[in-house]
């Protein structure tokens, strides 16, 4: 099973921008993606954005789309959050997750392997 270790969140005003890291080990697998998820207080986790492993394919969330962006560097196995325009509703505690499979196709139940998470907090 992959590792992955987020890092990069802390508190940031409305309108300011954090790049929040995921680090993990490689996968064995051919077929694999990387996501973003959130869960904000006394809400139910949302996927945020994901990365396709083989050709790089990506998918944001309507809620973000615009003002993040999903990236990657295969040579340091990490993945980039860019996230701009940051709202107060954009506070949550945002972790990496990956899927690995036989499959080039996946939904975010999908992803089972995860981070610890880490705080993002948007406020003045």
């Known amino acids: 099973q992959v590792q992955l270790v987020e890092s990069g969140g802390g508190l940031v005003q409305p309108g300011g921008s954090l790049r929040l890291s995921c680090a993990h080990s490689?996968?064995?697998?051919?077929?694999?993606?990387i996501a973003w998820f959130r869960q904000a207080p006394g809400k139910k986790r949302e996927g945020v954005s994901y990365?396709?492993?083989?050709?790089?394919?990506?998918y944001y969330a309507d809620s973000v789309k615009g003002r993040f962006t999903i990236s990657r560097n295969n040579a340091k196995n990490t993945v980039y959050l860019q996230m701009n325009s940051l709202k107060p509703e954009d506070t949550a505690v945002y972790y990496c997750?990956?899927?690995?499979?036989?499959?080039?196709?996946?939904?975010?139940?999908?992803?089972?392997?995860w981070g610890q998470g880490t705080q993002v907090t948007v406020s003045a």
């Open positions: 997750a990956a899927y690995e499979g036989d499959s080039y196709y996946y939904n975010w139940a999908d992803f089972r392997s």
């Open positions: 490689k996968f064995t697998s051919y077929y694999y993606a």
């Open positions: 990365i396709t492993g083989t050709d790089g394919n990506k």
